[in-house]
């Protein structure tokens, strides 16, 4: 069965690699030729890191070129070669650990390395057409299937099209969503920025700050710009947070360039991107047989680095719901949890990506910030104690990565438990139905984690407890299922329950002690129940 997805950015080479080992047949229109001259993301989330794994990803990632030896330290200044105001420590790739809660750690992974790792895996299937140069122009949809309108851009040739879906991952601004008549909450324009990437092999040798991966630069005025350490080598990125909405001229980028290194010294400028920052939601991610998914579903500020990871959460929910409903095993009301589950979670990115800007514009300096005095030394040591306080919920989110949950999904079964607040930092796992499926380490070397991301699995945690009748009626729905038996005590004590069905993205569907009501069971976590 065949779906479209427009857009090869990173979600919708996810959606199409998910897709297509899933044995489905995917069209990737491209409207441009691949290359990325602006990289934008390059922190890659725990969880996102999580389907690597699964997807057999994590090597191709740790062997791309990016600096692993660089610590990834946020180092507040007033310039590279002015005052340092405070900073957050954080080990380089080489000598990070995954927490307790995950096999994997978090990545820094530039956009222009870890697309290339997307790509290479998601065009090995046969299955995948990726067509370069293709444009999205319109759609109509049937009842049965979308008849899709391309414009091939060397030709001008126009084409059509037919799919049993159509996924827009275009992007912000995206044509898909505006064919759908979507709206979205949220705010349009944050702020006008400017980012640059510059070539400098030198800098890293110009300053006394020693290795970061970011600096955020102070002055009297407050925040003003970052450079960030892209590719941990000689390559970098300036962001000059608050501009015109035309941007910076030539002239005033070389000297955003030299005020915040403090110095002149030579550079290359490689590339110059005005930009808006938004915080935008769409009221719904899809209609009918057409979706959307990452940029095309919300846009954030990327204080935080939550977009992409956003971006991939969605293209994971959706793909093994539209195999479900390709395969004949997906009820009516199946592709309708998609919205219902991933809409809250970008609402609650977006908001706390808009909330981290506000705390990096939040320094309110005096004028002696600067000053080589008393008044000076003691301004910098408020500045720097204030702001390294505020800065520090960016750093610490495990709650965001992990800790997203579906509590309101018509297609998990929930067992009254409360659900606990959710936390930025601070993420305990649970098997409560619609939360990520806990990770413990089995005997074997694998992780929990590792039994996920195919059909469903029901592990069965306590002999005692009958699996069959559950089984039985997920079986007799077309349902894919596999029984796990485990016995290894961490995994009990993490999963809580006798019986815990897992859904194939790794999120629990149902837990319980015994398998009553197997049925009712089978048919919600299909979503073929009927409506409260
Ligand atoms: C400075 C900056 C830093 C960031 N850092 C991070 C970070 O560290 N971590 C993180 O998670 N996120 C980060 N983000 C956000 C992240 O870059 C985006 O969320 C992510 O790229 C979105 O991926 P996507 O595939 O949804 O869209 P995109 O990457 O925008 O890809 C969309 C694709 O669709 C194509 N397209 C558009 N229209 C059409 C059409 N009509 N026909 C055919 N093709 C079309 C485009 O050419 C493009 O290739 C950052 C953003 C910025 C601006």
């Given at each position: 069965?065949?779906?479209?997805?427009?857009?090869?950015?990173?979600?919708g080479?996810?959606?199409?690699?998910?897709?297509?080992?899933?044995?489905h047949?995917?069209?990737?229109?491209e409207r441009?030729?691949?290359t990325?001259?602006?990289?934008?993301?390059?922190?890659?989330g725990?969880?996102?890191?999580?389907?690597?794994?699964r997807?057999?990803?994590?090597?191709?990632?740790?062997?791309?070129?990016y600096?692993r030896?660089l610590?990834?330290?946020?180092?507040y200044?007033?310039?590279?070669?002015?005052?340092?105001?405070g900073?957050?420590?954080?080990?380089?790739?080489?000598?990070?650990?995954p927490?307790?809660?995950?096999?994997q750690?978090?990545?820094r992974c530039?956009?222009?390395?870890?697309?290339?790792?997307?790509?290479?895996?998601?065009t090995t299937f046969?299955?995948?057409?990726?067509?370069?140069?293709?444009?999205?122009?319109?759609f109509?949809?049937h009842?049965?299937?979308?008849?899709?309108?391309?414009?091939?851009?060397?030709?001008?040739?126009?084409?059509?099209?037919?799919?049993?879906?159509l996924?827009?991952?275009?992007?912000a601004?995206?044509?898909?969503?505006?064919?759908?008549?979507?709206?979205?909450?949220?705010?349009?324009?944050?702020?006008?920025?400017?980012?640059?990437?510059?070539r400098?092999?030198?800098?890293?040798s110009?300053?006394d700050?020693?290795?970061?991966?970011?600096?955020?630069c102070?002055?009297p005025?407050?925040?003003?710009?970052?450079l960030?350490h892209i590719?941990?080598?000689?390559?970098?990125?300036?962001?000059?947070?608050?501009?015109?909405?035309?941007?910076?001229?030539p002239?005033e980028v070389?000297?955003?360039?030299r005020?915040?290194?403090?110095?002149?010294f030579?550079?290359?400028?490689?590339s110059?991107?005005?930009?808006?920052?938004?915080?935008?939601?769409?009221?719904?991610f899809g209609?009918?047989?057409?979706?959307?998914a990452?940029?095309?579903?919300?846009?954030?500020?990327?204080?935080?680095?939550?977009?992409m990871?956003?971006?991939?959460?969605?293209?994971?929910?959706?793909?093994w719901?539209?195999?479900a409903?390709?395969a004949?095993?997906?009820g009516?009301?199946?592709?309708?949890?998609?919205?219902i589950?991933r809409?809250?979670?970008?609402?609650r990115?977006?908001r706390?990506?808009s909330?981290?800007?506000?705390r990096?514009l939040s320094?309110?300096p005096?004028?002696?910030?600067?000053?080589?005095?008393?008044a000076?030394a003691?301004?910098?040591?408020?500045?720097?104690?204030?702001?390294?306080?505020?800065?520090s919920?960016?750093?610490?989110?495990?709650?965001?990565?992990?800790?997203?949950r579906?509590?309101?999904?018509?297609i998990?079964?929930?067992?009254?438990?409360?659900?606990?607040?959710?936390d930025?930092?601070?993420?305990?796992?649970?098997?409560?139905a619609?939360g990520?499926?806990?990770?413990?380490?089995l005997?074997?070397?694998?992780?929990?984690?590792?039994?996920f991301?195919?059909?469903?699995?029901?592990?069965?945690?306590?002999?005692?407890?009958?699996?069959?009748?559950?089984v039985?009626?997920?079986?007799?729905a077309?349902?894919?299922?596999?029984?796990?038996?485990?016995?290894?005590?961490?995994?009990?004590?993490?999963?809580?329950?006798?019986?815990?069905?897992?859904?194939?993205?790794?999120?629990?569907?149902w837990?319980?002690?015994d398998?009553?009501?197997?049925?009712?069971?089978?048919?919600?976590?299909?979503?073929?129940h009927?409506?409260?």
């Amino acid at each position: 069965m065949h779906v479209l997805v427009v857009g090869a950015g990173p979600v919708g080479l996810a959606l199409a690699g998910d897709l297509a080992r899933r044995s489905h047949t995917v069209t990737i229109l491209e409207r441009g030729d691949g290359t990325i001259a602006q990289p934008r993301m390059d922190f890659v989330g725990i969880r996102t890191m999580e389907f690597m794994r699964r997807w057999g990803l994590v090597g191709p990632v740790e062997a791309t070129a990016y600096n692993r030896d660089l610590a990834q330290d946020n180092v507040y200044v007033t310039s590279l070669t002015g005052y340092e105001l405070g900073r957050h420590r954080s080990p380089s790739m080489n000598a990070s650990e995954p927490p307790q809660q995950s096999p994997q750690h978090r990545e820094r992974c530039p956009q222009d390395m870890f697309d290339p790792v997307l790509h290479a895996w998601t065009t090995t299937f046969p299955s995948v057409d990726l067509r370069y140069g293709h444009e999205f122009t319109g759609f109509v949809q049937h009842a049965d299937r979308v008849v899709t309108t391309v414009r091939e851009r060397a030709t001008g040739r126009a084409l059509e099209i037919e799919s049993s879906f159509l996924v827009g991952c275009d992007g912000a601004s995206s044509k898909v969503a505006a064919a759908l008549a979507i709206t979205y909450d949220g705010q349009p324009a944050l702020t006008n920025t400017t980012n640059v990437i510059f070539r400098s092999p030198e800098l890293k040798s110009l300053h006394d700050k020693g290795q970061a991966y970011r600096f955020i630069c102070v002055a009297p005025e407050g925040t003003w710009a970052t450079l960030v350490h892209i590719d941990g080598w000689d390559r970098w990125r300036m962001s000059v947070v608050q501009t015109r909405p035309e941007g910076l001229k030539p002239e005033e980028v070389d000297a955003a360039i030299r005020r915040v290194v403090g110095r002149d010294f030579a550079f290359e400028v490689q590339s110059v991107n005005n930009w808006t920052r938004r915080e935008l939601v769409a009221q719904r991610f899809g209609e009918g047989r057409v979706f959307i998914a990452g940029d095309a579903a919300h846009v954030m500020s990327p204080t935080g680095g939550f977009g992409m990871n956003t971006g991939i959460g969605d293209a994971v929910d959706l793909a093994w719901k539209l195999d479900a409903v390709l395969a004949g095993w997906g009820g009516p009301r199946l592709l309708e949890s998609y919205t219902i589950e991933r809409r809250p979670v970008a609402v609650r990115n977006s908001r706390e990506a808009s909330d981290n800007l506000a705390r990096m514009l939040s320094p309110k300096p005096s004028p002696a910030l600067c000053d080589d005095s008393p008044a000076g030394a003691a301004e910098r040591e408020r500045v720097g104690r204030e702001f390294s306080q505020a800065m520090s919920h960016e750093w610490q989110t495990l709650g965001i990565h992990l800790g997203y949950r579906y509590d309101e999904s018509p297609i998990c079964r929930y067992d009254g438990t409360p659900a606990p607040p959710l936390d930025v930092a601070h993420y305990e796992q649970s098997s409560r139905a619609g939360g990520r499926a806990p990770h413990v380490w089995l005997a074997d070397g694998r992780s929990t984690l590792d039994l996920f991301g195919d059909g469903f699995v029901l592990l069965h945690l306590n002999r005692a407890a009958d699996p069959e009748p559950l089984v039985t009626a997920l079986r007799r729905a077309g349902v894919p299922v596999t029984i796990v038996a485990l016995s290894e005590p961490a995994v009990r004590e993490a999963y809580e329950r006798s019986l815990v069905l897992v859904r194939p993205d790794g999120h629990v569907a149902w837990r319980g002690n015994d398998a009553a009501n197997a049925e009712s069971i089978a048919a919600c976590i299909r979503g073929a129940h009927q409506q409260q």
